[in-house]
């Protein structure tokens, strides 16, 4: 059982199973929706997807060689908007190299119209550099492309127009028209590792929210490290830290076993996902192994027990 005394449980996020998986049937629409309205229905309080086209191999460690498709996050969160109600919807995290600034914002507040003001706007530099190449995309300087995307998804999303000419991108005069039910658009996530002072940087300047990708390592003993490091560039860039929200994103597994996930009893996986709280995590974005409708029926029990 968790203690009465210990801080109040983060919010839950499941990740969709957009992606393929070794030895699995392909996804297929109805597969993600029944698994989107059941997720909704055991009261987790996000959805989110992956922004990738193709991994080049299993991304998740598992002995695999042939590439796995995803599904397109973009056209597949228009129709999660569309068929749900009440969960937030996220990216986590869409690359900025892979859409022109200027339409990922136009993009990001046509869904939030559609959903009636639950996105969530996950950014990130990109890290799959074979993803790129086959998709014809460039991978040099990707930070710098990110900075630059930042200056013009973010004031055209917080103000609806930006004019920036940087090295790399160009906006002149765009605005957005018509405005979603946000004036100042939805929230930002940017996901960043310590590390990696640039993109902790941007998370200081920019972000609501920041995110650690930490599946393979899925332990609250993980976090203070993390924490310590976005703390040090809030206060380097004169916010204070308190101002940032925080989340993580990990892997539980229920009987597909993957090292580094967190597995065993409903009241065990409840526990280890309540030590987050304790280290100023406010949400958890949870992958579940195997990613289909009876690990969501499982981990129903996971969130009552979480809750209680």
Known sequence: MIPDTTPEAPSIGLLLNHEEEPGRPSPRWRDMAAFATDAEAIGVDALWLVDHFLWESDPWGRDETEPCGVWEAWTTLAALASLTSRVRLGTLVTCAGYRNPALLAKMADTVDEISGGRLVLGLGAGDAPDEHRRFGFPFERRVSRFAEALEIVVPLLRTGRATFAGEILLARAAELRPRGPRATGPPILIGSLAGRPRILGLVARYADVWNAWIPHRSRAEEIPALREAVDAACVAHGRDPATLKRSVAIAV?????????????????????????????????VRLFPNDQRSVEAFSRVLELLRS
């Open 253 to 285: 597994a229920f009987d597909d076993p993957l090292p580094g996930a967190i597995a065993g009893s409903a009241a065990e996986i409840a526990d280890a996902l309540h030590r987050f709280a304790a280290e100023g995590i406010g949400e958890l974005q």
